[in-house]
């Protein structure tokens, strides 16, 4: 009986270590940010222009992200990223634009848990170059100041050698069943892409360039009377330094058809737009000077085709951090949480502008900044965001103010204030709207 027991123990602690070794042989980590946002404005937002021309709001909002990462090996890791929304603090009500944006709710206890990634990245074994793949629910940017940025389910491939990086990936962006059977593929959408970029020689410079496109069809494409669009994009871009000045550049072109739907009056449209940005900062003792530009073709109201460009899926990925009324986002004082901009995101084509920037390090923990942008617009024959029926060009002048403070090490307060003094190709049917201003408060903490 003692040896039987004893024979138990250890079959005990076999089966104890064998269960514990697994576990202890994974590196666990994890990274995120908690950030509470306030702001007040007034005709700002996707909508307010279109319906008011004195319309004032203001709400307070948090954002909570998680990633954590399973690391086994130097070779292979998973992550999982979680990101949770009080979208509006106090809200009880579904959101449709903002799933899961409950968090807010008085008595909290929500549901409003998403998930962003959930996939798998490993390098592949038995290639002399290093070569890595990632499946799953991942992020895929290409430039994502100006072209894409979204989360989705796919893979990407990727390799880096010498200083030279390339990539390919494939992302489903709708893949829906039709009456119930996976093999008719009426409602569905993919993005395909590759990517390169390589450091210039004998210099601090970086150039690349990519060729994404995407193919839609049936109800992915959520245009009446068309049913199947093929989009494509080619771009290029250079960053770096050229002496002290710290250069970036960014181009692309957007070509493709739409497809209109047998036995409609619609007819097929062309795509033919493209987009552009550059930005120069100059440091100089505890200044950082800079000037910007930004030029997106818009539609042309009097013919059929689009000469705005089409994001892939839905990007987020717009030049957010240029200005603040516009685009909501200058010295990352909303952190992609306040009142975003005029238009909805489809319009941030068929405008331009050129910005001047100063940003001033006063103190270890003091940073102070200020712009002034003039906004034009691209449309023909028509207006952005004006309803009036004329064609203006004259969006107008923006003026930014901000400052960030560090309060600890990982805990930021932002604060930003925007006027945009107002141009005729804002001026509504109803009349014309007061002019546009934002001031926004942030404090995040980040881990």
Known sequence: MPMKKAWIGVLAVVLGLAMALPAAAIDWSAKGFIVN??????????????????????????????FITARASENLYGVFGFEIDASRWGRTGKDPNAPGGDAGAWGADQTAVEVKHMYVDFKIPGIDVPVWMRLGVQPFAVRPVVFLSRDGSGVLIRSKVEGVTLQGFFGMIKDEQTNGNDFEDKDSAEIYGVYGDVKIPNTDLKAGAYVVWADVRGGALNLTHYDNGSYWWIGGFTQGKVGPVKAEFDVFYNGGTIDAESGTTAKDKDIDAWVVRGVLTYPYDKFNLGVGGYYATGDDESTNDLENAQYPGSTEGYPSKDLLVIYGNWMGATY??????????????????????????ALDWLNLGFQVAYIGDTVEDGDNWGTDASDDDDIGWEFDVGAKVKVYKNLTWTTAFGYLVAGDALDQAGGDPEDPWLVVSSLAYTF
């Open 37 to 66: 946002v306030g702001a007040l404005y007034k005709n700002v937002g996707s909508s307010a222009l279109q319906s008011w021309t004195d319309w004032t709001g203001g709400y307070v909002r948090t954002r909570g992200r998680l």
């Open 336 to 361: 992609a949480l306040g009142p975003t901009f005029i238009g909805p995101r489809a319009e941030e084509c068929g405008i331009w502008y050129a910005r001047g920037f100063v940003f001033y390090q």
